[in-house]
């Protein structure tokens, strides 16, 4: 982290501290932002499982973050790697094993409490219940057709009004595009990635990594009537610095 962002961050934080001050004497109010769990509440709670997202909803999160993947027998479930843990310590890959062998045991535990992998649907069901925004990431490359599965069956258990779309391969936001035209949609953008332009001309929001976000750049995506997300702030110094920039989402594990 570049000395130059660390001091924008504690200026944030500095500043965040004189704002809340005059708050209480009748000063303007801090735009508010949305808070998004990042995997469910993973700080606390084994990340992308039903037991994380529903402590999130408990936690008062506004959303929660969840990455997609298929199974060797086409299901949709809950997880940033291609591998699972189980409890005996078996390492699975998704795409090489059906549901029903993904679930035979719970997943190795990283806190007390047996959980098992969250199917697509489950986390679906869990933020209708709760009336909470879905941020829905796309793991790796989707055929059109898996495109469709996963966001028909979106709009079939909750509301693709409440659904938003991300991913970093920029085809899988096309091919949603074409078969969705009114899904909101986010490029996930990482502090080493280029082009955050080519959002601007086909109309995707974004969601970027705090690190390497500008207000510039911020100000480019509202001017064009498109919303900014930020990943993944676990701090008070990335947070306060995200909400100086005016983001409207701010993904955490903890806040």
């Given at each position: 982290?570049?000395?130059?962002?660390?001091?924008?961050?504690?200026?944030?934080?500095?500043?965040?501290?004189?704002?809340?001050?005059?708050?209480?004497?009748?000063?303007?109010?801090?735009?508010?932002?949305?808070?998004?769990?990042?995997?469910?509440?993973?700080?606390?709670?084994?990340?992308?499982?039903?037991?994380?997202?529903?402590?999130?909803?408990?936690?008062?999160?506004?959303?929660?973050?969840?990455?997609?993947?298929?199974?060797?027998?086409?299901?949709?479930?809950?997880?940033?790697?291609?591998?699972?843990?189980?409890?005996?310590?078996?390492?699975?890959?998704?795409?090489?094993?059906?549901?029903?062998?993904?679930?035979?045991?719970?997943?190795?535990?990283?806190?007390?409490?047996?959980?098992?992998?969250?199917?697509?649907?489950?986390?679906?069901?869990?933020?209708?219940?709760?009336?909470?925004?879905?941020?829905?990431?796309?793991?790796?490359?989707?055929?059109?057709?898996?495109?469709?599965?996963?966001f028909t069956l979106?709009?079939?258990?909750?509301?693709?009004?409440?659904?938003?779309?991300?991913?970093?391969?920029?085809?899988?936001?096309?091919?949603?595009?074409?078969?969705?035209?009114?899904?909101?949609?986010?490029?996930?953008?990482?502090?080493?990635?280029?082009?955050?332009?080519?959002?601007?001309?086909?109309?995707?929001?974004?969601?970027?990594?705090?690190?390497?976000?500008?207000?510039?750049?911020v100000q480019a995506?509202?001017?064009?009537?498109?919303?900014?997300a930020v990943w993944?702030?676990?701090?008070?110094?990335?947070?306060?610095?995200?909400?100086?920039?005016?983001?409207?989402?701010?993904?955490?594990?903890?806040?």
């Open positions: 982290m570049s000395v130059q962002l660390i001091f924008k961050m504690v200026l944030a934080t500095l500043m965040s501290v004189f704002t809340a001050f005059g708050s209480l004497f009748g000063g303007a109010p801090q735009k508010q932002v949305c808070m998004i769990a990042h995997r469910g509440y993973s700080g606390v709670y084994h990340e992308n499982t039903e037991l994380a997202f529903q402590k999130a909803a408990e936690h008062g999160s506004g959303g929660a973050e969840t990455d997609v993947r298929i199974t060797k027998d086409g299901e949709f479930v809950c997880s940033h790697d291609g591998e699972i843990t189980l409890k005996d310590g078996t390492v699975l890959a998704i795409a090489d094993h059906t549901l029903e062998e993904l679930t035979a045991q719970p997943l190795k535990r990283k806190n007390l409490g047996e959980v098992y992998l969250c199917t697509f649907r489950r986390y679906l069901e869990v933020m209708k219940e709760n009336d909470m925004i879905c941020f829905i990431e796309l793991k790796g490359g989707y055929t059109d057709e898996q495109v469709n599965q996963v979106a709009g079939e258990v909750y509301d693709l009004s409440k659904c938003i779309l991300q991913s970093f391969d920029f085809d899988n936001l096309l091919k949603a595009r074409e078969q969705f035209p009114d899904l909101p949609i986010m490029l996930t953008y990482g502090a080493d990635d280029t082009g955050w332009e080519r959002c601007l001309e086909h109309g995707f929001s974004i969601d970027a990594d705090y690190r390497c976000v500008t207000e510039e750049m995506f509202h001017d064009a009537g498109l919303e900014f993944t702030c676990n701090d008070l110094l990335s947070l306060n610095y995200s909400k100086s920039l005016g983001v409207d989402y701010i993904e955490s594990d903890v806040f």
